[in-house]
DNA sequence: AGCTTGTGTCAAACCGGTTTGATGATGGAG
DNA sequence: CTCCATCATCAAACCGGTTTGACACAAGCT
């Protein structure tokens, strides 16, 4: 393979000015810019990764930290792992995978080794202990989700709190009073999840504030079990006129367990919940959703660690995405 | 941080010293080895991966090229990055995602500039212009699934034909002899993807062999569409007692479907299918099924790119992991 | 005793980039 | 007509590891 030096051979020039010409950071003359630019055409240069890493301290790599949660929906992660990739492209990063079960022990690995120039946390809990190794390593992170106590790392998530309360207050404006709650596991809760907790909480509460009478149903690892507590619900709860789904697996399973029970949506039953739309097509899900694309939130983590890692000074920011609405008119107002 | 000189120095001997204790090419006293250790626990010292891979032209990343599909189901994939992650971080490698459009030149990208050891091809293509790419590298590649006319790269992947023809079998041994087949998209068959052509292929010249009759039942993109087109297919074909499916979505579309016919398995109609326990139980498909997991493929794949790294002389091996079927009963002999 | 072999260590070169200080040439301001 | 700034380039040092050749010393063999 050609080196810096080759280039500077064949062009009859140092491999200082070579260099110079590449990143532009002094001044080199158009003759000898075309003389270099032909040089490294010809010899198909293209700079040692390795050797660039350790004159800059820069290996334009970033960690993507995926939470070891077998619960996890694999179509959802997927979505965020290509959206961050995709977008680190597009900023001149590339992204390598730490997937180990131990995540904070997998980020000191690629940090102290200073393999990566910073790391992006995904699904990151109420209390996390990913976030303390951040903090001791030399380069950035951003976090997805919102960690308990955390004020000097960036951060960003779908405002799940305002989603809650937003569908809540859709199905009450629609006239519905009674309602039933479709969430994750308890397990998730017990874990910290903290889109669950800021979902749910928001929820009750709105309701709570709305008097409107709400069901909590929490849904099953097991999909079996999941589909038998979701169907019992339904049962037990017959003067609900609407549903409020927050849980992939649950949606899924939701065309049939009405079709068994002969219930037609709207007509019969509300239903409202949250998923991206990409999703939605995947299965044909056509309900009323607050669009929950990791596009926007997985791109937007990206450009904030890119601009972390390019000036630490920056003010720390904690953002929350706006959730948007898709009417698909499976509520109907009663 | 902390560099070998520190270490050295703090430990009273040469950098050298210190990088043999290391890496064990040399014969190092035990006392001094001791006092290096302690020197790297007191300094916190990890290796530069930089500089590393500088000085040793290794990087110790894998790449990972994922193809760029958007039909492709998501579950799936997310399966094989987390597998391939996970088996290399057990082989002492790290994994770089590359999911560039244009896959070949990504690949161009990571091995041109040395930041890859090898690059591990997802989802190959009977022609797929990213295998010219990784002849052209000067790391090795390794393929999952099949390119024609490959003879020189690693190649693997489960064995779709075997697979079809398993089924195909296996429905003919319980007395179907009229079978609807579900297939994948035309446009997946245009665009060359392996696996559906090497099941199809089997799956119908299986039952012409055992002469019976199969409606070949193409899928669609849109989900909404290709829910029709199954339901229609069913309609148009009451005489068939059984369901062959190679196609997730079609398979999630199933029970609805199903149900809307009255129709119960295995009483009313036998149905096998392909695909990964895990996925099934995801989405409760209680269906006799070719194992499709992603693991042992994904796994293989990675211990064959590492071998392939260590040893660019060993034979190059194509390998076809054999099915094996799972049955949950919902075939019934007739 | 002399020679070989093996053990343990060090100094120096090398990997392929970037960065800095120095230097000569050119041109505009005073 | 100086003087100084800017332009264009080069040589050398540096980043942090690994690898190689050399050397000192001890043990084993004849």
């Given at each position: 393979m050609a080196t810096i030096g080759d280039v500077a051979q064949y062009a009859g020039v140092s491999r200082s000015t070579v260099s110079h010409a590449l990143s532009g950071k002094r001044p080199i003359s158009l003759a000898t810019r075309e003389r270099i630019n032909e040089a490294i055409a010809a010899l198909n240069f293209t700079p040692n990764a390795g050797a660039k890493a350790l004159a800059t301290s820069k290996s334009s790599i970033m960690g993507l930290i995926v939470?070891?949660?077998?619960?996890?929906?694999a179509p959802a992660t997927m979505q965020y792992v290509l959206v961050v990739s995709e977008t680190a492209r597009s900023l001149g990063y590339d992204v390598l995978m730490v997937t180990e079960v131990d995540g904070a022990r997998g980020i000191t690995r690629v940090t102290d080794s200073n393999l990566v120039d910073g790391v992006l946390l995904l699904d990151?809990?109420?209390?996390?202990?990913r976030v303390a190794s951040v903090l001791e390593a030399r380069q950035p992170g951003v976090l997805v989700g919102f960690a308990e106590g955390n004020d000097s790392l960036d951060s960003i998530d779908l405002d799940f709190g305002a989603a809650g309360k937003m569908l809540v207050q859709h199905l009450f404006d629609n006239g519905h009073r009674t309602i039933i709650f479709i969430t994750f596991p308890q397990e998730l809760f017990a874990q910290d999840v903290g889109f669950a907790w800021r979902f749910r909480d928001a929820a009750v509460s709105a309701a709570d504030e709305l008097q409107m009478s709400i069901v909590i149903v929490y849904g099953d690892t097991d999909p079996a079990t999941r589909y038998k507590v979701v169907g019992e619900a339904l049962d037990l709860n017959p003067t609900a006129t609407a549903l409020l789904v927050h849980n992939e697996g649950a949606l899924v399973d939701l065309p049939m367990l009405l079709a068994e029970r002969q219930?037609?949506?709207?007509?019969?039953l509300s239903v409202v919940s949250v998923f991206p739309d990409q999703f939605g097509g995947m299965f044909s899900l056509p309900y009323t959703a607050i669009e929950a694309s990791p596009r926007p939130v997985a791109a937007r983590a990206v450009h904030l660690l890119a601009a972390r890692i390019a000036d630490s000074d920056r003010p720390v920011v904690s953002e929350l995405l706006e959730p948007v609405l898709i009417d698909r008119g499976s509520s109907r107002a009663i």
């Open positions: 939470p070891f949660t077998p619960e996890e929906f990151v809990k109420r209390h996390d202990d219930l037609s949506v709207p007509q019969d």
